[in-house]
């Protein structure tokens, strides 16, 4: 059974850092692209960012990129985001997801992380 | 970057009636669309790829259709357990693989 359980989420000040976690079990973790996709309160789904089954490929949507970096430990089956610079923008859900090849559709999602930015 | 847009943004149906819901790509995307399903409190989950092939044990009163530019999600006959909010993502050559803002499927 496919699962991701993302951790690291909590209450940030503006301005500084936070690293998520996304411990994957389930599948051969080192064959699949995976993504971080967030949704702030009430809101919709965005893309966050994506990383290529090796890690030589990475992608940012526009609003994080420069400040966010997405990682992976394939020796961990876990997948990693660094985010820096937070502002009340970013406060937010998190999930990680698995990608059903690379660079296709995802096909499982973790239950996500909050993360809350604020003063 | 390729803008998904749905409509309508909240569908108001009544339980045992047919909804369609829709999803337009601003260029191409091929078949390379996929719908998930989101309840509150709940991750989304999977419900069709390749724009009209239905996920690992979804019901087959969801279809899927379309192709390029202009998809449709159809629900034929709606059970309490479907009212719930919708998305469409493409997923076409490289990310970001944006999503359109949902639609919010409720009792009418």
């Known amino acids: 059974e496919v699962q991701l359980v993302e951790s690291g989420g909590g209450l940030v000040q503006p301005g500084g850092s936070l690293r998520l976690s996304c411990s994957a079990s389930g599948f051969t973790f080192s064959s699949y692209a995976m993504h971080w996709v967030r949704q702030a309160p009430g809101r919709g789904l965005e893309y966050v960012s994506a990383?290529?089954?090796?890690?030589?490929?990475?992608y940012y949507a526009d609003s994080v990129k420069g400040r966010f970096t997405i990682s992976r430990d394939n020796s961990k089956n876990t997948l990693y985001l660094q985010m820096s610079s937070l502002g009340a923008e970013d406060t937010a859900v998190y999930y990680c997801?698995?990608?059903?090849?690379?660079?296709?559709?995802?096909?499982?999602w973790g239950q996500g992380t909050l993360v809350t930015v604020s003063s | 970057e390729i803008v998904m847009t749905q409509s309508p943004a909240t569908l108001s149906v009544s339980p045992g009636e047919r909804a369609a819901l829709s999803c337009r790509a601003s260029?191409?995307?091929?078949?390379?669309l996929a719908w998930y399903q989101q309840k509150p409190g709940q991750a989304p989950r999977l419900l069709i790829y390749?724009?009209?092939t239905r996920a690992t044990g979804v019901p087959a009163r969801f279809s899927g259709s379309g192709s390029g530019t202009a998809f449709t999600l159809t629900i034929s006959s709606l059970q309490s357990e479907d009212f719930a909010v919708y998305y469409c993502q493409h997923y076409h050559n490289w990310p970001p693989y944006t999503f359109g803002q949902g639609t919010k499927l409720e009792v009418k």
């Open positions: 990383i290529s089954s090796n890690g030589g490929n990475t």
């Open positions: 390749g724009a009209s």
């Open positions: 997801v698995k990608d059903s090849s690379s660079w296709y559709y995802s096909d499982y």
């Open positions: 260029q191409s995307v091929s078949s390379h």
